[in-house]
């Protein structure tokens, strides 16, 4: 009979409250205020205009970027309590990039939650990563840091962050390289061979130089791009010329 009752009252919340039926199970929590989460997953794109401003998701995220960096930022301070900083803010920077963020929103569907329109337009690259922040935003507004701390640690840092698998991943190859250049005494420079393109449509070519001789070279829309195509190519060269970087 209790089974029974208990089934039928989880059908009730799922009809009658969908929305916040699934926030809770997602985060662990149920909303106070189901507007602030109808809100962390509403897109610019489809903003509501009330009384001249326009309701987004943005400020959520503003406000949820710097709680997660915080809780992230005490979660590996005590986990690796013998690392130094550098490898701490690398830490913190792999997990809160924003291509980490849109597949730990995917992997708790987020995305089936989220309101936008492409009208004209390809689905934005960040969408999913802006509204986990939003959604963390909106947590701490409803229900305080402890639960923005608990949902974050205990749901996403140790179900769906593989922090060994993180520690090895190259976020920048151009600041490795750099970093390396400067540890050992190396000279290591970036030179432009060339750029071509309209301003709409540029495309660069950059050469990695090191001890005056060219290691790899690299291209793309940017000259960011160029350069880290050519430090990883780089990178790979010196670590099988010259054992690892």
Request: aromatic fraction near 10%; include cysteine.
């Amino acid at each position: 009979m209790l089974k029974y009752w208990l089934t039928k009252w989880s059908s009730l919340l799922k009809t009658e409250g969908n929305f916040s039926f699934k926030v809770a199970s997602i985060t662990g929590f149920k909303p106070k205020n189901e507007q602030l989460y109808r809100l962390a997953f509403t897109h610019s794109s489809v903003s509501v205009e009330t009384k001249g401003k326009k309701l987004n998701n943005e400020r959520l995220e503003f406000l949820g970027d710097a709680v997660l960096g915080s809780v992230v930022s005490e979660y590996l301070y005590q986990k690796y309590p013998h690392k130094g900083e550098g490898f701490l803010t690398s830490m913190r920077s792999k997990i809160v990039s924003r291509q980490h963020l849109n597949k730990l929103a995917l992997n708790l569907k987020l995305n089936e939650l989220l309101e936008y329109n492409t009208t004209g337009s390809t689905t934005p690259k960040s969408i999913n990563g802006d509204a986990f922040e939003a959604l963390i935003g909106a947590l701490f507004l409803d229900r305080g840091y402890r639960c923005c701390q608990r949902f974050v640690v205990h749901t996403i840092l140790q179900n769906h962050v593989n922090l060994e698998l993180l520690s090895k991943q190259v976020n920048s190859y151009k600041s490795l390289m750099l970093e390396w250049a400067a540890k050992n005494k190396q000279k290591l420079f970036f030179k432009m061979v060339s750029e071509k393109g309209q301003s709409h449509a540029k495309h660069f070519v950059i050469a990695l130089w090191y001890n005056q001789e060219q290691v790899a070279t690299g291209s793309g829309p940017s000259k960011k791009k160029a350069e880290e195509q050519a430090a990883r190519d780089a990178y790979n060269i010196l670590a099988l010329n010259h054992g690892p970087v």
